[in-house]
């Protein structure tokens, strides 16, 4: 144990970052406003026009603002680096350059903050080289390559498998790590890396026609190595926060091999069709909004020094979620849009209800206990 | 990082040794794992010395955002059990990196290893 490695608390607690951290959240969740307005735009709710201006921009709003900020920030503080404070600033920067109609503005802001949170991925990496650091430095990559291409002409539709793959590859490398704490299973190891060549040439090959039908086989196969062998098999058999992380994660695992069977049924992406937005949903509601509500009560105390004790109450927003979204997605296979509709607004009221009770919940966990 | 520490409940604590501030500890889950950071061996060493208690912990990654928060609740278990004055130094070490193999027999019960 060398002492000069001993020094990162100091590091990683400077006061600065930590003053600057809460205000930073604060622009990932006005890319969130924004973002679920110009989604129920899209669905056709009236939101107001500064909002419904929004409406083309929804994806990058949600990705590149919303899930950019809040990934990159989480790596900041990982890090213990100062300047990596800069991919959510950059983040979103670019959202509210998005939001004012700087387009070319916003475009090159999250080049820079996915070319920052590389560097911060790359950091973590050099500070312990294991495959699960290598698949964040990956996802980051994919960020980097969407939004490079994005910058290059190519529209939204042809950047999100990118974008997506930023956000799948970032959560496959976090659980894992944590699926090392079960007894080691031969081939697992092997099965993930098998997965993840799966997704990448899915996405190398997304000009032709097959290559979105390989990425969701992809999203299939990852679905069901989670399943196999993520922790959240054994924790969902714990009491309080442990089983409710467990739970999200086993229903977002769900979602995530609904949009890889939903884009492999429809034989791709196509951008206007029901499984579009089916496919896209599964996986950003379903699966990516499982994971924040599964890791709020951890990110928030790490990011906010506010505790989020558990509370029962933390199950009402996600079997929201969950309903809400089996509603949208109903509309989407019978074509009734009426039911896709309210399915996404029942959505952003899930979102909604997420926030109040995590709010709730830190303050509960700020009161001081009457000793 | 170093802190004197007091608490109501420490004013008259005898001077711990390292295993009860290894038990004290214990209190100190990683909410993640649903285990407490001793028996998943994230604590390498605990010295007691007369007015101070050192802890070297570590994280199962570099890559885990909650290294602060479980520092801060492990400083906050061993100050509540040392006597008032004790400084509490709780250090984050990367050196050498965790492996599960450090984890106790119960926690790899707990995770499915057959021994």
């Keep these: ?371 | 990082m170093v802190e004197p520490q007091a608490s109501a409940d420490a004013d008259r604590a005898p001077a711990p040794d390292e295993e009860s501030v290894r038990e004290a500890l214990r209190r100190v889950d990683d909410p993640e794992a649903g285990m407490n950071i001793v028996d998943l061996g994230l604590v390498y060493e605990v010295e007691v010395a007369v007015d101070r208690v050192r802890v070297d912990m570590t994280m199962t990654t570099a890559a885990c955002p909650m290294a602060d928060m479980l520092v801060a609740q492990a400083r906050r278990v061993v100050a509540a059990i040392v006597p008032v004055g004790t400084a509490v130094e709780v250090r984050l070490v990367w050196d050498p990196p965790w492996t599960p193999e450090m984890m106790t027999g119960i926690a790899k019960t707990h995770f499915g290893w057959t021994f």
């Design chain 1, 1 to 371: 144990m060398s002492a000069n490695r001993a020094d990162r608390p100091a590091e990683r607690a400077g006061l600065p970052p930590i003053l600057l951290r809460g205000p930073l959240l604060l622009l990932g969740f006005v890319a969130l406003v924004l973002g679920v307005g110009a989604g129920l735009a899209r669905l056709g709710w009236s939101v107001g026009a500064p909002l419904a201006s929004q409406a083309p921009l929804h994806g990058p709003l949600m990705i590149c603002g919303f899930f950019g900020v809040v990934i990159a920030l989480e790596r900041a503080v990982a890090s213990g680096r100062n300047w990596a404070y800069l991919g959510p600033l950059l983040s979103g920067i670019g959202c509210l350059a998005l939001a004012i109609g700087e387009i070319g503005f916003a475009l090159w802001a999250f080049v820079a903050a996915s070319l920052v949170l590389l560097a911060a991925c790359a950091v973590i990496f050099s500070r312990q080289v294991a495959p699960f650091t290598l698949t964040l430095v990956a996802g980051a990559l994919c960020w980097c390559v969407g939004n490079g291409l994005w910058v290059a002409g190519s529209s939204v539709y042809q950047v999100l498998p990118w974008w997506f793959a930023f956000l799948i590859l970032t959560i496959a490398g976090e659980r894992l790590e944590l699926s090392r704490l079960l007894a080691p299973a031969p081939g697992a190891g092997w099965a993930f890396a098998a997965i993840l060549v799966v997704i990448g040439t899915g996405l190398f090959a997304a000009a032709r026609g097959w290559g979105a039908q390989v990425f969701a086989a992809g999203l299939l196969a990852l679905a069901a190595w989670l399943f196999r062998y993520d922790l959240a098999r054994r924790t969902v058999r714990g009491r309080g926060l442990s089983r409710y992380i467990a739970v999200c994660l086993l229903s977002g695992y769900a979602w995530l091999a609904a949009g890889g069977g939903i884009i492999l049924f429809a034989g791709g992406l196509s951008p206007g069709a029901a499984s579009y937005d089916a496919a896209l949903h599964a996986l950003g509601l379903g699966f990516v909004f499982s994971m924040v509500f599964a890791h709020a009560p951890l990110i928030v105390p790490a990011v906010l020094r506010v505790g989020v004790p558990y509370r029962p109450m933390f199950y009402l927003p996600l079997a929201l979620l969950h309903l809400s979204l089996l509603v949208r997605l109903g509309g989407d296979a019978a074509g009734q849009f009426a039911w896709t509709h309210w399915g996404g607004l029942l959505n952003a009221l899930a979102l909604a209800a997420f926030i109040v009770v995590t709010a709730l919940a830190a303050l509960r966990g700020a009161r001081p206990n009457p000793a």
